[in-house]
C-alpha cells in the first residue's frame, strides 16, 4: 500500500510529494513548553536554515532569517500567515499556547503561492480549533527567572582616573588627575544602579474548547508579563480569542 501526505496550503490542500518548497513543521506541544512571548522565538535551534535572533527588549518582535540574508523588498522578514490569512511584520499579537503548529516554508516556490512577499519565507501558523464534545477546560501557567549573565567588570574611581591619565600620556597630553588614589570610596557603580540581575516573567492561559459536530467553539484567555533587565520598563500583554 502507498500513503500520500498533504499539506494545507493557504486556501486549499495540496499533496506533498507534489510540493517542491523545503518544509520543516514544529508542534504546537513544543511551542507551548516554551516560556516565550513571541512564537517564533521557539524555532530557534529546532529548524534547519532558520537564524532566530532575540530583540533584546521585552515583548519584542525577534528578527528571523530564512537561508541566510536576501531580499527584493527591503526587508528580510519572512511572511507570517495565520490560518491561511497573510499578517504584517510578525505575529506578537498571538498567544503561543493557542498555537496547534507552525510550518515554515524555505524554497522558492513559496512565492509561486504568496508572491513577492514570500521571497524571504514564509512561516505558516495554524491555531487551536474547537472539539467535538463536553467542554473541557485547560490551564497553562508558565513562571521563570531570567538572569543578566556575564554583566560588566565596571571600573571605580580610581581606576577610571588611571585610564584617563594613561590616555592622556599616551596622546602626548599632560595628565588630568595628579593623584587618583584620592577617589578611593567615591566611587558609584552605575551598572548596578540601573540593571538588574534577575527578573520574573509570567505566563498563563486558562481556555475551555468543546461543541457538537456542527458547532465547534474554543475560548481562551491569556495574560503575560515580562519584566525589564532596567530598573523601569518591561512588557505586559492581556489577550482573548473566540473561535
Do not use: C
Not at 529546532?46 to 527584493?72: D, E
Not at 490551564?139 to 592622556?168: C, F, R, S
Request: proline share 4%; hydrophobic share 35%; net charge neutral.
Amino acid at each position: 500500500s502507498t500513503i500520500e501526505y498533504y499539506r494545507s496550503i493557504e486556501y486549499g490542500v495540496q499533496k506533498k510529494s507534489d510540493l517542491t518548497s523545503s518544509i520543516s513543521s514544529v508542534k504546537g506541544k513544543e511551542v507551548r513548553s516554551m516560556n516565550v512571548s513571541n512564537a517564533t522565538e521557539s524555532l530557534q535551534g529546532k529548524v534547519a536554515g532558520v537564524t532566530i535572533v532575540g530583540a533584546g527588549n521585552p515583548g519584542g518582535q525577534p528578527k528571523v532569517l530564512i537561508r541566510g540574508f536576501s531580499t527584493i523588498n527591503l526587508s528580510t522578514d519572512p511572511l507570517y500567515v495565520v490560518d491561511g490569512v497573510p499578517m504584517g511584520e510578525g505575529i506578537n499579537f498571538l498567544n503561543p499556547n493557542e498555537i496547534e503548529s507552525i510550518e515554515v516554508l524555505k524554497d522558492a516556490s513559496a512565492s509561486a503561492i504568496y508572491g513577492s512577499r514570500a521571497s524571504n519565507g514564509v512561516i505558516m501558523v495554524t491555531t487551536r480549533k474547537g472539539v467535538e464534545g463536553k467542554p473541557s477546560f485547560y490551564l497553562d501557567m508558565h513562571y521563570g527567572v531570567q538572569e543578566m549573565k556575564n554583566p560588566y567588570n565596571m571600573a571605580d574611581a580610581v581606576e577610571y582616573a588611571e585610564i584617563l591619565n594613561t590616555a592622556a600620556r599616551q596622546a602626548g597630553y599632560p595628565e588630568e588627575f595628579e593623584n587618583p588614589a584620592s577617589f578611593a570610596g567615591k566611587t558609584t557603580n552605575w551598572w548596578d544602579a540601573g540593571i538588574r540581575q534577575f527578573t520574573p516573567q509570567l505566563n498563563a492561559s486558562l481556555g475551555v474548547q468543546g461543541g457538537t459536530e456542527k458547532n465547534k467553539y474554543s475560548v481562551s484567555l491569556n495574560y503575560f508579563q515580562q519584566d525589564s533587565f532596567y530598573q523601569k520598563g518591561g512588557y505586559k500583554r492581556f489577550t482573548a480569542r473566540f473561535t
